[in-house]
C-alpha cells in the first residue's frame, strides 16, 4: 500500500550547522512531495515542495532533493537555527480516483542546541 | 490575512460521549480537509471536502464520525460515541484547490477521551 515514512525520528543539532531530514517514499505514482514544519501546539506550516519531475529545488535556506530511483526525498536546512526547532513531515500528493490528496509521513523531531 | 480558525482548542470527554469540532477556513479556500494527529505521528486523513462535497471519505470511521460542509465554507466534525483511541488532536486545513500543495492547517483541537 501507499506510505511515507521517515528513516531518523529524532535529529540534534548545533546552531549554526547544516540538518538534513530523510524521508523514504513508495508511492511512486505521486506527482508533488512535500515537507511541512510543525511546531508545538500549532498545525503543520508548508516549508516547501517538490515536483516529481525535478531533482532539486532549493528555498531561503532549505533545499529539497528527490531521488526517484531509491524513492528518497530529504530536506536540507542550511545554518539551522534554534527556531527550526520543531517537527517535519514529508507528505506526498498522490491521486485517489479524480481527486488530489495529500498524506504525511510519521515525522522527525529536529532539536537545535544553542 | 485571517488563518483557518478551529474550537474549540481543548475537549476533555469520557468515553461514549458525543463532541463536535468547528473549522473555519481561510476565505476563498474550496478545499477543506479533517485530520487526526495522534501523539507522536503524522497526520492522517479523515475527510475531504472540495466545496460542499465530500470527495475523500475513506479513512473516516463512518460508525462513530460524521462532517459536514452544509455551505461550502465552514466545517464542523462529530465523533458519537468517542473512544479512547479517538485521542488525539484534530487538525482542519484549507487550501484553494484540491490541486495546490500548499494546505494551511489551523492550530487544532486537543481531543482527550477518558
Known amino acids: 500500500g501507499e506510505s511515507v515514512g521517515l528513516h531518523l525520528p529524532t535529529l540534534s543539532v548545533q546552531e549554526g550547522d547544516n540538518s538534513i531530514i530523510n524521508c523514504a517514499y513508495s508511492n511512486s505514482a505521486s506527482d508533488y512531495f512535500i515537507w511541512y514544519k510543525q511546531e508545538s501546539g500549532k498545525g503543520p506550516q508548508f516549508i516547501i515542495d517538490?515536483?516529481?519531475?525535478?531533482d532539486k529545488r532549493q528555498g531561503q535556506r532549505v533545499t529539497v532533493l528527490l531521488n526517484k530511483t531509491v524513492k528518497h526525498l530529504s530536506l536540507q536546512i542550511a545554518a539551522t537555527q534554534p527556531g527550526d526547532s520543531a517537527v517535519y513531515f514529508c507528505?506526498?500528493?498522490?491521486?485517489?480516483?479524480?481527486?488530489?490528496?495529500?498524506?504525511f509521513g510519521k515525522g522527525t523531531l529536529l532539536t537545535v542546541n544553542p | 490575512e485571517a488563518g483557518v480558525a478551529q474550537s474549540p482548542r481543548y475537549k476533555i470527554i469520557e468515553k461514549r460521549q458525543s463532541v463536535a469540532f468547528w473549522c473555519n477556513p481561510i476565505s476563498g479556500h474550496a478545499t477543506l480537509y479533517w485530520y487526526q494527529q495522534i501523539l507522536g505521528q503524522g497526520p492522517k486523513l479523515l475527510i475531504q471536502f472540495q466545496n460542499n462535497g465530500v470527495v475523500d471519505d475513506s479513512q473516516l470511521p463512518k460508525d462513530r464520525f460524521s462532517a459536514e460542509r452544509l455551505k461550502g465554507v465552514d466545517s464542523t466534525l462529530k465523533i458519537q460515541p468517542a473512544k479512547l483511541e479517538d485521542s488525539a488532536v484534530y487538525l482542519c486545513a484549507s487550501s484553494l484547490g484540491e490541486k495546490n500543495t500548499e494546505a494551511f492547517f489551523g492550530q487544532g483541537t486537543r481531543l482527550t477521551v477518558v
Open positions: 517538490i515536483r516529481s519531475n525535478m
Open positions: 507528505a506526498e500528493r498522490g491521486r485517489g480516483g479524480s481527486n488530489y490528496k495529500l498524506t
